[in-house]
T-cell receptor
Framework: DTAVSQTPKYLVTQMGNDKSIKCEQN?????MYWYKQDSKKFLKIMFS???????INETVPNRFSPKSPDKAHLNLHINSLELGDSAVYFC?????????????FGPGTRLTVL | AQSVSQHNHHVILSEAASLELGCNYS??????LFWYVQYPGQHLQLLLK??????LVKGIKGFEAEFIKSKFSFNLRKPSVQWSDTAEYFC??????????FGGGTRLMVKP
């Protein structure tokens, strides 16, 4: 059974388009995250949600908007895509906001903006 | 703000060699420490973690790490690497503020 799943796995699109990445976790975790991994493999947190409420919103352009319809889902919508948005985006989840438990990562979505 | 440094960006070893990957962090408060591994084409997986207690922690696949508070370090070790250990390794630190900060990663290549 997949713990954290993301769709799509690959996403190729043109500059200026709007796209969404979906994430679901079946672990019963309260907290979900979006991370961005750039071409140099550097991982940086973008957002954190706890029970559908935004906890962390790092410095990301407001073209990125997370949406959490319920605590098992955290989708990422990106408006007006730019070349620099090309990266691998990882969804993740953990039991609580203290990170006392393990963070489980999804398989990643490789976004390529042409 | 906390930060994590991994000084070795690329490491190449032969099978059976010993491994030590450095990780230093900067944060004055209580931290939790992690090592994650990313095998080629796969997602991040937890290798081991330290929250409290014995500063020498053992993880999966024969990996261990030692937390040295005075040096703000959490180095990863394995006495004898295998070809299957070829991967990217990430050190990460979290505090009570729910923020997991990753280092830049170390790419390990093990030659058969």
């Amino acid at each position: 059974d997949t713990a954290v799943s993301q769709t799509p796995k690959y996403l190729v699109t043109q500059m200026g388009n709007d796209k969404s990445i979906k994430c679901e976790q079946n672990l019963g975790h309260d907290t979900m995250y979006w991370y961005k991994q750039d071409s140099k493999k550097f991982l940086k947190i973008m957002f954190s949600y706890n029970n559908k409420e935004l906890i962390i919103n790092e410095t990301v352009p407001n073209r990125f908007s997370p949406k959490s319809p319920d605590k098992a889902h955290l989708n990422l919508h990106i408006n007006s895509l730019e070349l620099g948005d090309s990266a691998v985006y990882f969804c993740a989840s953990s039991q609580d906001t203290w990170l006392a438990g393990t963070v489980w990562f999804g398989p990643g979505t490789r976004l390529t903006v042409l | 703000a906390q930060s994590v440094s991994q000084h070795n960006h690329h490491v190449i070893l032969s099978e059976a060699a010993s491994l030590e990957l450095g990780c230093n962090y900067s944060y004055g408060g209580t931290v939790n420490l992690f090592w994650y591994v990313q095998y080629p084409g796969q997602h991040l997986q937890l290798l081991l973690k330290y929250f409290s207690g014995d500063p020498l922690v053992k993880g999966i696949k024969g990996f261990e790490a030692e937390f040295i508070k005075s040096k703000f370090s959490f180095n990863l070790r394995k006495p004898s690497v295998q070809w299957s250990d070829t991967a990217e390794y990430f050190c990460a630190v979290s505090n009570a503020g729910n923020m997991l900060t990753f280092g830049g990663g170390t790419r390990l290549m093990v030659k058969p």
